[in-house]
């Protein structure tokens, strides 16, 4: 079974609006971490903002922010104001806290954000 | 703000070749990775390297990788006997240790590497 899905393989969103990315996760640990990563078309990967399963709050780094819903394991990010810097690959990950460090990607979105 | 960086950003070796790519992690920090990027697929974790050793790999990483920190700096992946398969953005990470939870991962700008 997959650990991460992302069911959105691409998505446009207009400038200065919000756009929501979706990401669900599967697992059985208690503790567990869940990252956004955004990859520009220049290749790197660029951490975007974290989500511990015991927080208590969603995590906002400026624009980003996490809607994290524990019982539906989902880990969606939201930007707000899009800007055409956003266009980019994005992809979630997550670390399950039993020791291993490896994360555990998704399949990614492709967000294109449109003057 | 410190990063990870890698050499080459592009590398184009022929099958069978031996390949080194090399990063320099976070100054302080004590775990490193690597993970590969097959063109238009997820990133996937190969190998994660701590107090001189390995301490998880992937199914990936078989007899034909190694990784080896040479000095107090670098930290190499080298692919023995390149294969077509091979060809991958492999990218480096590093996150401070020995802490849990909340560790985030920094990734080098990544190498594409080319088997022909």
């Excluded at chain 2, 697929?41 to 301490?55: A, G, R, T």
């Excluded at chain 2, 700096?73 to 401070?96: G, P, V």
């Amino acid at each position: 079974a997959q650990k991460i899905t992302q069911t959105q393989p691409g998505m446009f969103v207009q400038e200065k609006e919000a756009v929501t990315l979706d990401c669900t996760y599967d697992t059985s640990d208690p503790s567990y971490g869940l990252f956004w990563y955004k990859q520009p078309s220049s290749g790197e990967m660029i951490f975007l903002i974290y989500q511990g399963s015991y927080d208590q709050q969603n995590a906002t780094e400026g624009r980003y922010s996490l809607n994290f819903q524990k019982a539906r394991k989902s880990a969606n990010l939201v930007i707000s104001a899009s800007q055409l810097g956003d266009s980019a690959m994005y992809f979630c990950a997550m670390r399950e806290d039993t020791g291993r460090r490896a994360l555990t990607f998704g399949s990614g979105t492709r967000l294109q954000v449109q003057p | 703000e410190p990063e990870v960086t890698q050499t080459p950003s592009h590398q184009v070796t022929q099958m069978g070749q031996e390949v080194i790519l090399r990063c320099v992690p976070i100054s302080n920090h004590l775990y490193f990775y690597w993970y590969r990027q097959i063109l238009g697929q997820k990133v996937e974790f190969l190998v994660s390297f701590y107090n001189n050793e390995i301490s998880e790999k992937s199914e990936i990483f078989d007899d034909q990788f190694s990784v080896e920190r040479p000095d107090g700096s670098n930290f190499t992946l080298k692919i023995r006997s390149t294969k077509l398969e091979d060809s991958a953005m492999y990218f480096c990470a590093s996150s401070e240790g020995p802490r849990f939870s909340g560790e985030t991962q920094y990734f080098g700008p990544g190498t594409r590497l080319l088997v022909l």
